[in-house]
């Protein structure tokens, strides 16, 4: 089932989201219906706050994205990434290393609206797959940037945090505008 997806100025994406102990029907579920939400709008993430739940959860799925390359890396062995796709991270805990790297990104919390931000170019993973099993990897490129805005997500940070002020000025009216928008729409 889609699942109608929280814009910005809803207070939903500013939650931390809360740890999950256990694989339940109802987790199956909403992870089922958080990757049918993104396909059908044509994301390559979604955290579990973007649909209106603040839990530890984001799904990924980056096999779409072919003039962006990602790295994989398990047990310090290359890997193929669609070897791990689609991803599930429940209860991620990441180390991003590296140098910092810039590239544009987009939030399907903020339709239309785009910019470069700057990360750490790879990250250490830590988290639970969709079936409660354990995984590590390290991934990078655009992999490594999805995972990174995504982990944000459920930590109640937004990508325009990490926009640089010159870069969120010149978009503060768009932004603004949006949350406006939202905030009206959840009062009707
Ligand atoms: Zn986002």
Redesign the pocket.
């Known amino acids: 089932m889609e699942l109608p997806i929280a814009f910005y100025g809803n207070p939903i994406l500013r939650r931390k989201g809360a740890r999950i102990d256990k694989i339940t029907p109802e987790v199956s579920r909403l992870i089922e219906d958080m990757f049918e939400t993104m396909y059908e709008a044509s994301g390559i993430?979604l955290?579990a706050q973007?649909v209106g739940r603040a839990l530890q959860l984001t799904v990924i799925d980056v096999r779409d994205i072919t003039d962006r390359p990602s790295r994989l890396e398990i047990d310090g062995q290359a890997a193929h990434v669609d070897s791990i796709m689609p991803l599930v991270l429940i209860n991620p805990e990441i180390q991003p290393e590296g140098n910092p790297s810039t590239g544009p990104e987009g939030?399907?919390?903020f339709p239309e609206l785009y910019a470069d931000i700057t990360r750490p170019e790879s990250v250490q993973v830590k988290a639970m797959n969709a079936r409660g099993e354990p995984m590590e990897f390290k991934a990078g490129g655009l992999l490594s940037r999805a995972i990174q805005?995504?982990v944000d997500?459920l930590n109640g940070i937004?990508?325009i945090d990490r926009m640089t002020a010159g870069v969120k000025d010149e978009l503060r009216p768009r932004i603004e505008k949006l949350q406006e928008e939202t905030k009206a729409a959840l009062e009707e």
Do not use: I, V
Request: charged letters at 10%.
């Open positions: 993430g955290a973007q939030c399907l919390s805005h995504e997500h937004l990508f």
